[in-house]
């Protein structure tokens, strides 16, 4: 794994530490190995990413694949988060 790899995935480590407060990996890699896994649903913006296929698949949830029909919420817009969120942090994430 390249220089420029290896810092990547150091900050997302330290990104989610600090975010999350715990130590939760957005990357895989085996140490041998010269590609590194993004788990691309944690990112801010995931729409860039196409998917091309499932990896994983025997813990795959298929209830979760189509969720079509389900109802939506916004998170901005549930008093008990909006509340949490500026008691910690004093404004709403933009």
């Not at 939760?24 to 890699?29: G, I, K």
């Not at 998917?51 to 109802?71: D, R």
């Amino acid at each position: 794994m390249g220089t420029r790899a290896r810092l990547l995935q150091f900050l997302a480590n330290r990104a989610a530490w600090l975010l999350l407060g715990m130590r939760h990996s957005l990357t895989f890699e085996f140490p041998d190995s010269q590609n590194m896994d993004l788990i691309v649903g944690t990112f801010d913006d995931p729409s860039r990413f196409k998917p091309v296929h499932h990896f994983g698949v025997e813990s795959m949830h298929l209830l979760w694949i189509n969720t079509e029909g389900l109802p939506e919420y916004r998170v901005d817009e549930y008093k008990p988060v909006v509340d949490r969120w500026m008691k910690s942090v004093g404004k709403l994430p933009e």
